[in-house]
């Protein structure tokens, strides 16, 4: 049972425009919550993080925003650059455990 | 500075054989991954190390997959008896430490691709 989801496979967005990327999750006891990014052939890579006393978190161009109530969090770049093209995963733990589960991840084309 | 390393970067086997996975971790890192991608999947919790402690081994799929953790460092993955549902990436992260969810950041290797034929 999936409970980390990311229901778009695929994103294309023009380079300069904004990216958004979703994820949902059913776990209400998940509290930090964590994206990734991905090339071809390369381990992920962590991009940014929020843990559930935020709504927020910004880092440079890329803003993390959880709506808790909603069980879903969402990945804001901008601008969105040609080298942002990747896959994006995100991920949710909870503090009782050990395990982070990740969604599907989104692959992100920014158009030149 | 190195990273966290895998090897064999690519492994395909014949279903039934028996295949080990490495993962070196960074340098005093003290917790340690193992997840596996399959396709269209997202990555999946195998089996979790941290420090001394015993491992937390609630992902691993079944009694074919095991792994250890030598000196607390160098990991392996086991399989046996490998199945084609078993072709997947292998990825393993590592972290500084675990501090009950808000963790440090984990930072992957570049995976091994297996292949069941």
């Known amino acids: 049972d999936q409970q980390v989801k990311q229901n778009s496979p695929s994103l294309s967005v023009q380079e300069g425009r904004i990216s958004i990327l979703n994820c949902d999750y059913t776990?209400?006891?998940?509290?930090?919550f964590l994206w990734y990014k991905k090339y071809p052939a390369e381990g992920p890579t962590f991009l940014i993080s929020?843990?559930?006393?935020?709504d927020k978190n910004e880092d440079g161009r890329f803003t993390v925003f959880l709506n808790k109530s909603a069980k879903h969090l969402s990945l804001h770049i901008v601008p969105s650059q040609p080298g942002d093209s990747a896959v994006y995963f995100c991920a949710a733990s909870a503090s009782y455990g050990n395990q982070f589960y990740f969604g599907t991840g989104t692959s992100l084309t920014v158009i030149p | 500075g190195a990273g966290v390393s895998q090897s064999p970067s690519n492994k395909v086997t014949e279903k039934g054989k028996d295949v080990e996975l490495r993962c070196d971790p960074i340098?005093?890192?003290?917790?340690l991954y193992w997840y596996r991608q399959s396709l269209g999947q997202g990555l999946e919790f195998l089996i979790y190390?941290?420090?001394?402690?015993?491992?937390?081994k609630s992902g691993l799929p079944s009694d074919r997959f095991s792994a250890e953790r030598t000196g607390g460092s160098v990991s392996t993955l086991t399989i046996q008896r490998t199945q084609q549902e078993d072709s997947a990436v292998y990825l393993c992260a590592s972290s500084l430490r675990q501090v009950r969810g808000y963790t440090d950041t984990q930072y992957f290797g570049p995976g091994t691709r297996l292949t069941v034929l």
């Open positions: 190390f941290q420090g001394n402690s015993a491992p937390d």
């Open positions: 929020i843990s559930s006393i935020k």
């Open positions: 776990n209400s006891m998940f509290d930090y």
């Open positions: 340098s005093g890192h003290t917790a």
